[in-house]
Every structure is written in C-alpha cells, then in structure tokens.
C-alpha cells in the first residue's frame, strides 16, 4: 500500500516537473528566438532554447521514495519499509518475516490516511509559468514596436539596387558609387567594400532616404560591393580606360559688317564677340570620332572625320555651351560666350534743347549731338506741321560720334498766331538700330496767350506769398516764445529743440520757395523774349516782379538759419545770441513779404484798370460790327448778337465794381470807377439802345477807363517821387544835426536820442513808400536801422565810444541818403530801354553766325590723317585762324559800345576763350580740346544773345563772406539723371582704352544701368 502511494506521488510530482520543464524550455527559445530576429540573424538560433532540456535527469522508485518521505516527514520510516519489503524471506541476516511485517502494517496504518495532492510541490512549475509569460511579453514587445525589422527578420528579403554596377571608366573619373534600399526594413548604415589587387578597404556609409553613396575617384581597377543587415549585394567589376581628351580646338570669327572689324581666329575657351558674330569651329581628338555637338541654344551637329571635326554657328546671346566628342569615351569641354550687344545710338538736341516760342525772323538754329559705339548711318530731322515731314540732315557718316548744327528756316510753313510746330530728330546706326530724341515744339503764340500766361504767373507769386507769409508768422511766434523760455529757464527741453528745428526747416522752405518763384519768372521772361511777338509790358511786369523776389529772401536769414543750426548743440549763450540773430531777420523777411504783396496788389489793380479799358474798346468793335448787322436788316442775328454783347458789358460792370471795391485803391479812383460801372450796367439794360450809341458809350467808357488808369500811374508815381524827396530832406537834416553833435567837445546824450527819434520816424515813412514801389530798396531801410543802433550806442557810452558811434551813424545817414537819390532817379527815369540795343544785338548775331562758320569748318578737318596734316588742311588752318582773330576783334569792337556796359563780363570770357580757340589753330593744336572749345563759345553766343535781349536780366552779384572749401569725394550719379545722358556717359567711357577680356562685363554693367533707367 505504501508503495502505490510512492508510485502515485511520483506520477503526480513527476508530470508537474516535466510541465514545468517545458515552460522553461519554451521561454528560453522565445527569448533565443527573438534576440536572433532582433540581430537580424536565422530564426534557427531559437534552437538554443532547447539546451534546459538537455540537463534534465529522470527519478528512479527510490529517490521518489525519499521525496515523498520527506515530504511527509515519516523519518524514513517509508524508505525502510519499502526497502525491508523486498528482503527474502531465507535472507543471510536471519531477519524474521514476522518483525518485517509487522513493521511494514505499523507503517502502513500510521500513513493510510495521508494525502498526496498535499505535498505535491507546484513551486517551479509557478515560477516556470510566471517567467513564459514575461518571455512571451518581452516577444510580443518586438512585432509591435519594430514591425518592420521584424518581418524583415523573418524573412530577410530587402530589395536593391547598385548604380553603375560593372563598367567602364575613364582615368581620373570622378564616379559615385550608390546603393538605393527598399523594402519594409531600412538599415541605418551599409558598408562599401572597395577591393583591388593590393588592399581591400571598408567604408561606412549612412542611409538617407533609402540611399548611401560615396565618390571615388578612378586611378586603377577595382572591385566593389555593399554590406547591410547581415546580406551583400552582387560584386561589380570597374574596368579603367583612357579618356578622350582635345588636342586642338580653334574657332574662325566672322565680325557682323556693322562693326568694321576684321575677321580673327581664337582657341581658348571664352568667346567675347559682337552679337551676329558667324564663328567657324574645327578640332582634332585624341582618339577616333564616332559623334561631335556643339550645345548652344540649338544642337549644332558637327562634321567628324577620324579625328578631325568641323562646323559652323552664329552668336546672338550669351550664355555657356558645351562641346560634346564621343569615341571610345566621351567628352565635354565647356565655353564661355559673351555676345557684346550694339548700344542704341545716342541722339541729343542741346540747342535749343527745350520748347520755345518762334523767333523774330522765323529761324531756329538746332544743334544735334549724336553717337554711337560701332557708328552713325543716318540722320534725320522730323518734324509735324498739318502733316509729318522728314529733313536728310549733313553729317560724318560712318563716325563715332559728330555734331551738327542746322539752320531751320520755318518760313515755308506760313505759320499763323496760336499754330505750333512740333519736332524730333532720329539717327540711326550702322547696326540699323534707331534712337529718337526728345520731342520739341515751337509755337507762335497770341498775345492773349501771353497776356494770360503773365497773368496767372501774378496770381500764383501772390497766393503763394500769402501762404509763406502765414507760415513765416508762425515761426515768428515760436522763436519769440522760445526766446523768452530760454531767457527764463537758461536751457531748452528736447521737445522745444524739435519745434526749433521745425521752424528752422519752415523758414528754409520759405526761402526755398522763393527762390524756385526767382526762377520760374526768369525761365518766363527768357521764353517771352525769345518769341516772335513781344509783348514789352508784360516782360516789364514780371521783370519788376523778379527784382522784388530778390529782394525778399536776405542773406542774413540765411546765414542766421544756419548759425541757429550750429548752436543748438552749443551753451545756452551762443543759442540766445543765435536766436536774436535769427528774430531780426525774420522781422525783415516778415517786412519784405508784406511789402510784396502790397506792391502786387498795387500792380494787380493797376493792370485790371488797363485789362478793363482794353475789353471796353473791344466790345466797342463788336457793337461797330453789329452796326452792319443792322444795316444788313437780319434783325434775328442782331437780336442774338446784341444780346450777347448786353451780357459782356454786365460783366464788364461786375468786374469794374470788384476793382473799385480792391483794398488800398484811391478814393478818388475807386469814386470815379463806381461811375463807370453805373454807366455800363444803363448800357447792358438799355431796351431801345441802338449799336450806333453802343458803340459811342463804349468807346467814352473805354477812353474813360484809360484816363484813369493814367491818372493812377501817374499820381501813384507823382506821389512817390514827392514822398522820397521829402524823406531825402529829412535824412540830409539829421546828416547835418548828427554832423554838428560830432563837432561838440562832449556828446549830448539827450540831443542823440532827439536826433534818434526823428531818425525813426523818418525810417517809417520810408517804409510806407516801400510797400508802394519796388524803387525804395530794403537796403534804405537796413542803413536807418544800423544808425538808429549806433545812435543808441552813442547816447549809453557818450564820454568813451560815443564820437565813433555817431560817425558810424551819420556814415550809415549818408548812404541812405545816396541810396535815396538812386531811387528818385529811377522813379524819375522808369523802365525804358536804351535806344541803340537793337544795332548791338544785330552785330553781336551777325558775330555768332560768322563763328558757327568757323566751328563748321574745324570740324570738317576730321580726321586727321594718320601721317599729319596735309599742306591743304594747314593752309586751310591758317585762314581759320585768320578768321578767328577778325571775330575776335569785332567782338572786343562790340565791348567798347555804351549798350554793352552790363555785360562786360560776359563778353570778356567770349573774347578770352576766342584768343585760346586762335592760339591753338595758329599752333596746328587740332585736337578735342579745340572742338570742345568751339561749341563753348558758339553757346555762350547764343546766351549772351539771349541775355542782352532780356535787357536788365544779368543776376546780380552778391556779397558772401569767406568760407572754408572742402572738397568732398566723387559723387554718385545723380538720381534724375536722364536716359540720354547716361548714354553719353556710357559710350565715352566705351572709347577709353580697356583690357579686352572686360569688355564684356563692362558692356553688361552699362546695359544693367540703361535697363534700371
């Protein structure tokens, strides 16, 4: 019985030991198993899982016996049972059968009732489960994180491909060895393996989107594969050949007619050549041909004859071709080319180079300078007048560059007052490139034009003034109010330094601006001058106009501005003073507007009496007309037009009552005014009113109207010569009393401030009177003011200064009084012009005429023979410079004449520049600086034509104290540099000698400009 219970143990214990076994052994081949899979390695190493089996050991009966033994804690008592149960009955020992079984009941009864499930031991068998889950987690953790890698590693398939594979390659080939990679698993990293006869060498190469690569230059055969995740590719096989190469490469250039040049051969591999070069290549190879190209643009194929090659193309752009041989290997050379573009020629009217008004004797004088960088075909004039014309101009065809002057004689066109001709002239260049210049009109305008134009230039000057003179206050107030902080604070804040700039930069613009008004009434007059119809008393109005803008922007106020600059970063003392300066001046600008506008308004109404007597005589000439009307009887046609004619005289009323409304008119006049519009307006409301007494009405308006306006010229001039005479009077006296003053041994103090006070009164008076007339300067009133100064001097130091300041002041008397004596001559004399000018102006054109002679004849010597002149051409010099010194003697003629006292100057530099022009041609110095000389002279001719024509219109000199000169760097062209003027610039610098290999790149940088223009 207790053997059963042994045997049944052990069955029991036994199947659990072998279950647990098989857990083990199952988890240690999944563990074998994975890490094989995760190194990329044979799924068979699982295999290693099965070593646990190999050191299990089988029980025999009698070791279960002790197990369980001991399990129950029988003491031995089951083992020795057990074991004295198979001892014979006839044993040596004699032991008795009785005592053995009695033994063996004991035994028997003592562990019948015992259990077996309860000591079967389970432990390794839990420990077993335990660990094949782990295992079985750890390799499920695998396929779910890395299933890539993992059905890679099941399978091992990536697919690949090796590029170039085998081949054949030229010495000295840069070649690049790759591997492109697919499949679900990429690895990280391949490896190169590089073999040849003597090493073998490994490179490791990272995978970067399925690919690794590396270059390797060929110098020798080799063998190659690549390495990855435990596989290898095929093994490939470079073999090394000889490359092709050029042995001789030259091209034939074919120049494009237009540039002149002859033909050339080249053999390096930049080609710098004029666009529509034709270029004939030919070369020899190293080896025999099978093809040869020529890759520009379009495919050029060449003619191969064994080694030879040959072809032909044309250049229009520039760009990198490449040359492609193919023999046993082939080759690719690169070549540079660079097609020089042909420039636009260069086209420029500089006389007279902006629109005019036609002259007096319907003939213009153009003068056209023209270039180009290969040559000049053709010029032509074109001009439109009812219909487009083309003139053939003379010119040095074939030449870089020439000047030319012609004649235009527009009395053909039979042109009428308010007609216009407009004009332009063309070239073009040997290359059939054309160029136009500016178009240029000439009009031959009306006098109502004129009148109207001169007109509004009035009403414009005037509203500006008043705008600046608002502005001009302001910055006034700020400077007051800046100078009375800066008295109490000693210092002004950062926002009282920004208003201080800000009025600084208003006063600046205020000046600027009256100075563009200098400029724009002189560029007026110019062209009102040079017109065919000149219309005296307008140029005479602007002109007066012009005189007083001079006089209104002083120097003081700009050299004030800028000394206000300069102290802002300086002590508060230096601000002050700066400050003072600046308040002074303004005060006389403030002065100087006001005085500009009056004189404006005083013009204004002057000018509208005229306006309004001359519209009054011709509504007379259009009520005579209707006279015809009536004695023609079409009663319908006179109803319309009296009709018409009853409004303009209405409105000719209106405008007479606003006139006679205008501030600071005479009483007198404006009395007198209001009359004549009552009589106009009984006119235009006349039923009965036939064009008989129309006609005497408006005739007796107009006369009326005509008087009046002489009356108030004349006494507004009447009334200003007597108020300068008194003032002068008055001046001479305080000359004389501050002259007695100086005489005493002592100064009276009290005496000086009497003589000061009627000073002052006398310096308002004036004042009055400059706001009346332009013939009372501001410098009068400037004089009064520095001997009021040192009229108050002399009263605060009369024992130590006081006899200086009262010399200085009566100094500062008598040249107001001078001054005053000057204005009451001009009042007295007015605005006439001397009568001999029109005799000078027709020698001075006859002079200008005789010298575009010579400079036509000058340049007509060019060019100079490369062997020198010839006996012909310095005869031919010779009587030129004959010629120059008879015009050069005319001219200094000319200088000595009464009407050319003003422009002395001007003639001076004419006459220098004319002995230089006759030294030079007496020496044969023909050269460009004699060209350049001529035109200088033939163009100043021309101005001072002009000028002397604009009568009193030299630019007065001003005084300017000394100044530092820096001389600053080069500058940068400038931003409104005109097209054609860059275009000069640009072929001048092509004519300077230059290395040819930039050529290309200076041509481009110029055409890179002209393209930004």
């Known amino acids: 019985m207790i053997e059963k219970k042994v045997i049944e143990y052990a069955k029991r214990q036994g199947f659990i030991n072998l279950l647990s076994l098989i857990l083990f052994t199952l988890s240690t081949i999944l563990i074998s198993l994975t890490i094989a899979l995760f190194l990329l390695k044979s799924p068979w190493y699982g295999l290693i899982g099965f070593i646990p089996l190999l050191f299990y050991k089988r029980n025999n009966f009698v070791d279960w016996a002790r197990a369980f033994d001991k399990k129950v804690g029988a003491n031995g008592e089951i083992v020795s049972s057990i074991q004295i149960s198979h001892i014979p009955e006839n044993n040596r020992e004699g032991y008795s059968r009785e005592l053995i079984n009695a033994f063996i009941e004991s035994a028997e009864k003592k562990f019948e009732k015992i259990e077996i499930k309860k000591f079967l031991d389970k432990r390794f068998l839990n420990r077993s489960l335990l660990f094949f889950l782990i295992t079985l987690l750890f390799a499920l953790l695998f396929p779910a994180f890395l299933p890539g890698r ?72 080799f063998d190659y594969y690549f390495e990855f995740a435990g596989m290898k590719s095929s093994e490939y096989k470079i073999v090394v050949i000889e490359p092709i190469y050029l042995k001789e490469l030259i091209f034939s250039l074919h120049y494009p007619k237009y540039t002149k040049l002859n033909d050339e051969i080249k053999s390096d591999r930049q080609l710098i050549v004029p666009a529509g070069t034709e270029v004939e290549i030919r070369g020899r190879a190293s080896q025999l041909l099978k093809q040869a190209k020529f890759l520009f643009n379009d495919t050029t194929e060449l003619n191969c004859n064994k080694e030879l090659f040959s072809g032909r193309f044309k250049i229009t752009t520039s760009g990198k071709a490449q040359l492609m041989i193919i023999g046993e290997t082939s080759h690719q050379e690169e070549i540079s080319i660079y097609a020089i573009p042909d420039l636009a020629p260069l086209i420029e009217v500089f006389l007279p180079g902006y629109n005019i008004n036609m002259p007096p004797n319907m003939k213009i004088t153009l003068g056209i300078k023209c270039s180009d960088d290969y040559g000049l075909n053709k010029v032509n004039l074109n001009y439109q007048f009812n219909e487009p014309k083309e003139i053939g101009l003379s010119f040095k065809k074939g030449s870089a560059e020439d000047t030319i002057f012609y004649e235009w004689d527009l009395n053909g066109l039979r042109m009428l007052p308010g007609d216009r001709v407009s004009y332009f002239v063309e070239v073009q260049d040997n290359g059939g490139q054309r160029a136009k210049s500016k178009t240029y009109f000439i009009y031959f305008p009306t006098m109502e034009k004129i009148y109207e134009e001169v007109k509004g230039k009035e009403e414009m000057v005037q509203s500006d003034l008043k705008d600046l003179e608002d502005t001009h206050q302001e910055g006034m107030n700020e400077i007051k109010r800046l100078e009375e902080k800066l008295k109490r604070e000693r210092e002004l804040s950062w926002l009282d330094n920004e208003k201080l700039k800000e009025v600084i930069n208003k006063e600046e613009n205020v000046l600027k601006k009256i100075e563009d008004w200098q400029n724009e009434l002189k560029n007026t007059i110019e062209i009102l001058k040079s017109g065919i119809l000149l219309d005296q008393k307008s140029i005479e109005r ?102 018409s004619l009853f409004r303009a005289i209405e409105s000719l009323a209106i405008e007479i009552d606003r006139l006679s409304e205008s501030e600071g008119l005479e009483q007198e006049i404006s009395e007198q005014l209001k009359q004549a519009s009552k009589k106009a307006r009984s006119m235009s409301q006349g039923e009965d009113i036939s064009p008989e007494e129309l006609k005497k009405g408006l005739n007796k308006l107009s006369t009326d109207l005509h008087r009046l306006y002489e009356d108030l010229t004349k006494s507004r001039a009447a009334n200003l010569r007597r108020n300068l005479l008194e003032s002068l009077n008055q001046l001479v006296e305080l000359s004389k009393l501050e002259e007695d003053l100086l005489n005493l041994e002592k100064i009276d103090p009290d005496r000086q401030s009497e003589i000061a006070s009627a000073t002052k009164e006398v310096a308002e008076s004036l004042y009055a009177q400059q706001v009346k007339s332009f013939y009372v300067g501001p410098e009068i009133g400037k004089r009064l003011s520095k001997a009021l100064k040192e009229m108050e001097q002399a009263s605060l130091n009369p024992a130590n200064t006081g006899k ?84 050069r003697q005319t001219l200094e003629s000319l200088k000595g004449l ?44 021309l101005d001072a034509e002009r000028s002397i024509r604009q009568e009193d219109w030299t630019k007065e000199r001003k005084s300017k104290p000394g100044e530092d000169i820096k001389h600053p760097s080069p500058a940068s062209l400038p931003e409104e540099l005109g097209r054609n003027e860059l275009m000069e610039i640009i072929q001048r610098a092509l004519k300077q000698p230059h290395p040819q290999e930039y050529e290309i790149y200076i041509r481009e940088y110029f055409r890179a400009l002209l393209e930004q223009k």
Not at 203 to 210: R, T
Not at 921 to 940: A, G, T, V
Request: glycine content about 4%; charged content about 30%.
């Open 150 to 221: 993992f059905w890679f590693a099941l399978n091992h398939k990536i697919e690949y491909n090796v590029i170039p594979q085998s081949g054949r390659f030229n010495r000295n080939e840069n070649i690049e060895l790759k591997i492109d990679l697919a499949g679900p698993y990429i690895p990280d990293k391949v490896t190169l393996v590089y073999k040849t006869r003597d090493i073998i060498k490994r490179f490791d190469l990272s995978v970067v989107d399925g690919e690794a690569n590396k270059r390797i230059e060929i110098t020798e055969p």
């Open 542 to 643: 602007l002109q007066e106009i012009t005189k007083i803008l001079q006089e209104i922007a002083p120097e003081e106020l700009k050299q004030a501005l800028e000394n206000l600059k300069q102290a802002m970063n300086k002590n508060p003392e230096e601000l002050k003073k700066a400050m003072e300066q600046l308040k002074e001046t303004q005060e006389e600008l403030a002065k100087a507007l006001e005085r500009t506008l009056e004189l404006l308004k005083r013009y204004q109404q002057e000018e509208k009496l005229k306006e309004l007597a001359e519209k009054a005589g011709r509504l007379s000439e259009q009520a005579e007309d209707l006279k015809k009307i009536e004695e023609l009887k079409e009663m319908e046609g006179l109803k319309k037009s009296l009709d």
């Open 804 to 887: 200086f300041h009262v010399q200085e002041a009566m100094k500062q008397l008598n040249l107001a009084s001078l001054s005053m004596l000057q204005s009451l001559k001009k009042a007295a004399e007015g605005s006439g012009s001397s009568t001999g000018m029109d005799e000078f102006l027709k020698n001075l054109s006859s002079l200008t005429q005789n010298q575009m002679g010579v400079g036509q004849s000058i340049f007509g010597l060019f060019p100079i023979p490369a062997s020198g002149l010839t006996p012909e051409q310095m005869a031919q010099i010779q009587r030129l410079a004959d010629k120059q010194r008879e015009l």
């Open 898 to 941: 009464p009407e050319a006292g003003r422009f002395q100057e001007l003639l001076d530099n004419l006459a220098q520049e004319m002995k230089e022009t006759e030294e030079a041609l007496y020496q044969y110095k023909i050269d460009r600086k004699l060209i350049e000389r001529q035109q200088l002279i033939i163009s100043r001719l």
